[in-house]
Nanobody, 124 residues
Framework: QVLLHESGGGLVQTGGSLKLSCAAS????????MGWFRQAPGSEHEFVAA????????SYADSLKGRFTIYRDNAKNTVYLQMNSLNPGDTAVYHC?????????????????WGQGTQVTVSS
């Protein structure tokens, strides 16, 4: 069992940056693949980024590559999402997710555990 708690969301102007954090409780965080997804109002969950248990492998949505960076600190049981050059299209609730696997996935169904999410709002 892994409990996930996101933080770091908020209101930011276009062009600004935010760093989201996802703190995990439970054992063996360092053996979990972690992912970030987002959901805008009226839309499906959208894959954002994923990182393998070691941090050695990362994956990004093509449209976000270069602006967003996922990384993790296993000593702190935390995964981060650095978001730069934000625009109103990035407005959504951002969720982190976990799976006890060595591979990454862009598929929402792959992930077993989910946080409640943190709201990111980008004003124009």
């Amino acid at each position: 069992q892994v409990l996930l708690h996101e933080s770091g969301g908020g209101l930011v102007q276009t062009g600004g940056s935010l760093k989201l954090s996802c703190a995990a409780s439970g054992r063996a965080f360092s053996s979990y693949t972690m992912g970030w997804f987002r959901q805008a109002p009226g839309s499906e969950h959208e894959f954002v980024a994923a990182i393998s248990w070691s941090g050695g492998s990362t994956s990004y949505a093509d449209s976000l590559k270069g602006r967003f960076t996922i990384y993790r600190d296993n000593a702190k049981n935390t995964v981060y999402l650095q978001m730069n050059s934000l625009n109103p299209g990035d407005t959504a609730v951002y969720h982190c997710a976990a799976n006890p696997s060595a591979i990454t996935s862009r598929n929402r169904a792959f992930y077993d555990y989910w946080g409640q999410g943190t709201q990111v709002t980008v004003s124009s």
